[in-house]
């Protein structure tokens, strides 16, 4: 299979109308699956990128009944963060020829490889932004069902304002289910795919959220987790090993970030966020948590457009000897992780060791080829395996013979000392690379692995990392008064959890209300990696009850509450039954309430507005009168011989009661 075919070949829509509507303009990209055109739907008059699929599907009725399937359930999505299907279908203008193709959005602009190439690794609060975009077209794409099963960088596209869309969705379930493939064969990119697309195929939602996991790996660090000799033994440390935390590589990062890399590139599928949208849900909280917000996406510049198809091949299906053929052709390709290929799943499940070389792509059937021709193309390929073996024996040989074996292998460290395991490398022409990293068990300045694994044989001067232990993490100091957020940032950032416990929180007199006032366990505790560390919040200072003045009169009250440490104010005037006229009936806050003393606590008084009953014994009806209303009170006379010239001799209320302001008194006159 060439790359690349030739641009004056028959099957070259080049200068085409497909289906009388879509003229075929300029390449975009080629791919092992498909070419991917600039184009314009006449009808509409706009440009468009048209994705045409390489010949040998057109052929197949099995594929072009899922493709159709898929592009229709692309199409109905709907979100500014995945590229848009407009169209689909099967061109049949040319005789005895079909192309099926697919219509897009045309993203002018370049892929998240594009950008990754050109600036390495990514400020922490862009990589996050660019994965918000991603994790956000999947929470749309896994509400409707659909999973995208390739998401990695060539398939993130960004747009001349910085947008960022995610292209390519259901083109590889369209070929792993098209009978295309064997049900041993891996369908997938290797450095993003899943444990469980390795073991067993199967597919769902957070698959998806583990190859997010790793792109978001890749963007802090500028690599992906896992590298090896050969395509399949990347497969299986997906299976085998743990996405190590980015921090190892990148040492400023967050433990926050850490955290949310290892959860979304958990090994086990139960253990990851369910689906996009709980994902998003995470990274959003971790961003939150480190006061981080959304930034805007520097636009890579390819030097071409990029229409639902990355810069680079983004689906290639290489049997072992294709890559030759395509060099020897003329064509280029594009190192790297970024090649969709179908891997031969072996039976067994040990990985494969770096000679195992032969069996490692699976070759793709090509059902439209003749036996007799299959044959021949066999024989042909046999013959160049012989001749390729034979010159690298002889070139082994003669290598050998002119500068030695050239080959060590790396020794067993674990366990060591850093001076004895840098002695132990040197004495094998091999350099040590340092990483240090916390661990609960193996002491510090001991190494805890080597990558690659001891014994594994590589060449002389080659570079050997090694995992040297920190030891177990110890709590950081933390500057009393500090805020919250600040001081969870500076747990996570020394390996530990930071907990809030609101039953810990304690009142203090200096440290205002919801400050830091300390740690538990305290400063320079050793505590197991990713320990909890309970942070003590301040309450302010301790409250105090406020006095009881009910009864008091006013003046005798205000001294009080300010003896105690309040700012007494009058807060208005009711009636209460045996309080007298201004005497307090109750404060604001009540009596005993307890009162935060920061700034100026201020208490309310509430005092009485009643009437004090004169005394009207010994006075005439007349003198009772003028008193009474003096008072804003009424008086019912009750005269004993009927006459009003004599004087009171009782009176009820008596003199002195507290009595609401137009209250009626009787008086007796005799």
Do not use: C
């Not at 990128?49 to 898929?70: I, P």
């Not at 949208?277 to 071409?304: F, S, Y």
């Not at 005798?556 to 007298?580: I, N, S």
């Amino acid at each position: 299979m060439n790359s690349t075919p030739p641009e004056n070949g028959t099957n070259d829509p080049l200068g085409h109308l497909l289906e009388r509507r879509y003229r075929v303009d300029t390449v975009l990209a080629r791919g092992g699956m498909s070419t991917v055109y600039r184009g314009l739907d006449t009808r509409l008059d706009r440009p468009v990128a048209l994705k045409v699929m390489d010949s040998r599907y057109a052929g197949d009725q099995s594929f072009t009944e899922r493709f159709d399937r898929e592009a229709r359930a692309a199409a109905r999505l709907h979100h500014p963060n995945i590229v848009s299907v407009y169209d689909q279908g099967v061109d049949r203008e040319t005789p005895g020829e079909s192309r099926l193709y697919l219509v897009m959005r045309l993203v002018e602009g370049g892929t998240l490889r594009d950008l990754l190439r050109a600036r390495g690794p990514l400020p922490l609060p862009v990589a996050l932004t660019v994965l918000e975009a991603v994790l956000a077209a999947l929470s749309a794409a896994h509400r409707a069902g659909m999973v995208h099963r390739d998401i990695k960088p060539e398939n993130v596209l960004i747009g001349r304002d910085g947008s960022v869309q995610v292209a390519d969705f259901g083109l590889v379930r369209a070929a792993a289910e098209a009978g295309s493939t064997s049900g041993d064969v891996i369908l997938g990119t290797v450095a993003y795919l899943a444990p469980e697309q390795v073991t067993s195929g199967a597919a769902d939602a957070r698959s998806d959220v583990y190859a997010a996991g790793v792109v978001l790996y890749e963007l802090l660090t500028g690599r992906p987790p896992y590298t090896g000799d050969t395509a399949l033994s990347v497969a299986y440390r997906h299976v085998n090993e743990d996405v190590r935390p980015p921090s190892e590589l990148v040492a400023d990062l967050p433990a926050a970030v850490d955290e949310l890399v290892l959860r979304l590139t958990r090994r086990d599928p139960a253990g990851r966020p369910t689906d996009g949208a709980a994902a998003l849900r995470e990274l959003r909280d971790a961003r939150d948590g480190l006061g981080l917000t959304a930034v805007p996406v520097p636009v890579p510049h390819p030097g071409d457009a990029a229409g639902g198809e990355p810069s680079a091949p983004p689906t290639e299906r290489i049997s072992p000897l294709e890559s030759t053929a395509s060099a020897r052709n003329g064509a280029t390709s594009t190192p790297g992780p970024q090649g969709t290929r179908a891997l031969r799943r072996p039976a067994d499940s040990p990985a494969p060791s770096s000679s195992e070389t032969t069996n490692e792509i699976a070759p793709v059937p090509d059902e439209d080829h003749s036996p007799t021709r299959g044959s021949r193309r066999g024989g042909r390929t046999l013959a160049v395996v012989g001749v390729v073996l034979l010159l690298g024996a002889l070139i082994a040989g003669g290598s050998w013979l002119l500068g030695g074996n050239s080959y060590v292998r790396v020794p067993e460290l674990s366990g060591k000392s850093l001076t004895e395991a840098e002695e132990a490398l040197h004495a094998r022409e091999l350099e040590p690379d340092v990483s240090r990293a916390f661990h609960n068990t193996v002491p510090e300045d001991t190494v805890i692995s080597t990558a690659p694994q001891e014994g594994t044989r590589m060449r002389s001067g080659g570079q050997v990392e090694l995992r040297v232990s920190r030891g177990r993490p110890t709590v950081p100091e933390i500057e009393r008064g500090s805020r919250v957020s600040e001081a969870q940032s500076e747990l996570r950032n020394a390996k530990l959890s930071p907990k809030l416990d609101s039953s810990v929180n304690r009142y203090h007199e200096s440290v205002p209300k919801g400050r830091v006032i300390g740690v538990e366990p305290a400063p320079g505790t050793e505590v197991r990696t990713s320990g909890s560390v309970t942070i003590i919040v301040s309450r302010g200072p301790r409250p105090e009850p406020v006095p009881d003045v009910g009864g008091m009169g006013r003046e005798q009250a205000f001294t009080a509450l300010e003896k105690a440490g309040f700012e007494p104010y009058e807060a208005g005037r009711e009636f209460a039954r045996d309080v007298a006229k201004d005497h307090v009936v109750r404060t604001s806050p009540s009596a005993g309430t307890e009162v935060p003393m920061s700034g100026e606590p201020r208490v309310g008084v509430v005092l009485s507005n009643a009437v004090s009953v004169p005394n009207f014994t010994g006075k005439t009806v007349e003198q009772a009168r003028q008193q009474a209303s003096r008072a804003g009170l009424t008086l019912r006379v009750n005269s004993v011989f009927g006459r009003d010239n004599g004087r009171v001799v009782r009176q009820d209320p008596g003199p002195g009661s507290a009595v609401k302001r137009g209250t009626q008194v009787r008086i007796t006159v005799f």
